[in-house]
Nanobody, 119 residues
Framework: QVQLVESGGGLVQAGGSLRLSCAAS????????MGWFRQAPGKEREFVGG?????????YGADSVKGRFTISRDNAKNTVYLQMNSLKPEDTAIYFC???????????WGQGTQVTVSS
């Protein structure tokens, strides 16, 4: 079983930056994928982006984050990061990281971390 723990959320002014971290522990495979999602109040959970652990290729979901958000990983620490720049009030949400062992379905989720962007 894989456990995920996010950190790094908080309150930031519009235009600022935050870096979220998600540390994975437990038995991970060799073809797994890590991803970031977010859920704003009253809205459905939205896919932000993902990274393949083998090779490190990334892809992003919502057009609104492209060019502002960057996903990266630290293999030695088994940690994935979400660097968020030029934050906007509409980025306010709970951010979750997720684990997909084979690149087919998100099977494990972190508890989420709150990001609040003030105008």
């Amino acid at each position: 079983q894989v456990q995920l723990v996010e950190s790094g959320g908080g309150l930031v002014q519009a235009g600022g930056s935050l870096r979220l971290s998600c540390a994975a522990s437990g038995r991970t495979g060799s073809s797994y994928v890590m991803g970031w999602f977010r859920q704003a109040p009253g809205k459905e959970r939205e896919f932000v982006g993902g990274i393949r652990w083998s090779g490190g290729s990334t892809w992003y979901g919502a057009d609104s984050v492209k060019g502002r958000f960057t996903i990266s990983r630290d293999n030695a620490k088994n940690t994935v990061y979400l660097q968020m720049n030029s934050l906007k009030p509409e980025d306010t949400a709970i951010y979750f990281c997720a684990y997909d062992p084979y690149g087919t379905i998100w099977s494990n989720w972190g508890q989420g971390t709150q990001v609040t962007v003030s105008s």
